[in-house]
T-cell receptor, first 114, second 113 residues
Framework: EAGVTQSPTHLIKTRGQQATLRCSPISGHTSVYWYQQALGLGLQFLLWYDEGEERNRGNFPPRFSGRQFPNYSSELNVNALELEDSALYLCASSRSSGRTDTQYFGPGTRLTVL | AQSVTQLDSHVSVSEGTPVLLRCNYS??????LFWYVQHPNKGLQLLLK??????LVKGINGFEAEFKKSETSFHLTKPSAHMSDAAEYFC???????????FGSGTKLNVKP
């Protein structure tokens, strides 16, 4: 069974640009979660999508947005990039949003903002 | 509100000696708790999870954790460290409806030969 995949592996942008990160969940998983792992801040929850809808978001500004496609893959968009957006962005998927379902993580996309 | 506190940012052990990584949680309901491991340049991997079944949870690679409600703890242990265990470990608590996962700040485990 293929795991969660993310693309690109690395992304370099400059301040003010937009970044698009992509995630493909494990086959059969309908929930996709996005996390930001910034140096010194640990892992922070960004967004949760399930069945094509945004179900919850963390404490991030609106310039962080995303969507989930009918095939359950997901995009994370970051507009008006700032230097502090430099981080590893992790995507995770789960079978559903039930209490016992485990999240499986992808390898991440390292975003560097210059 | 839910939160986790990992009490040590760095732990160093010798190969073959026991490992103890400490985690305390805060939750207003019976929590679901997880330990994840992150090896350098690799994604997060689930080690084990507790979801109100047996309080002693066995995970992969010889790790286990014990849920202690009275101490609000979920410490991760392994009887004998291996060099390949060197990584960063995260303790996680899930929100009631599982739509948010709260990560601890991580503990970097160093294993000396």
């Amino acid at each position: 069974e293929a795991g969660v995949t993310q693309s690109p592996t690395h992304l370099i942008k400059t301040r003010g640009q937009q970044a698009t990160l992509r995630c493909s969940p494990i086959s059969g998983h309908t929930s996709v979660y996005w996390y930001q792992q910034a140096l010194g801040l640990g892992l922070q929850f960004l967004l949760w999508y399930d069945e094509g809808e945004e179900r919850n978001r963390g404490n991030f500004p609106p310039r962080f947005s995303g969507r989930q496609f009918p095939n359950y893959s997901s995009e994370l968009n970051v507009n008006a990039l700032e230097l502090e957006d430099s981080a590893l962005y992790l995507c995770a998927s789960s079978r559903s949003s039930g209490r016992t379902d485990t999240q499986y993580f992808g390898p991440g996309t390292r975003l560097t903002v210059l | 509100a839910q939160s986790v506190t990992q009490l040590d940012s760095h732990v160093s052990v010798s190969e073959g000696t026991p490992v103890l990584l400490r985690c305390n949680y805060s939750s207003s309901y019976s929590p679901s708790l997880f330990w994840y491991v992150q090896h350098p340049n690799k994604g997060l991997q689930l080690l084990l999870k507790y979801t109100s079944a047996a309080t002693l949870v066995k995970g992969i690679n010889g790790f286990e954790a014990e849920f202690k409600k009275s101490e609000t703890s979920f410490h991760l242990t392994k009887p004998s460290a291996h060099m390949s265990d060197a990584a960063e470990y995260f303790c996680v608590v899930a929100s009631y409806n599982f739509n948010k996962f709260y990560f601890g700040s991580g503990t970097k485990l160093n294993v000396k030969p």
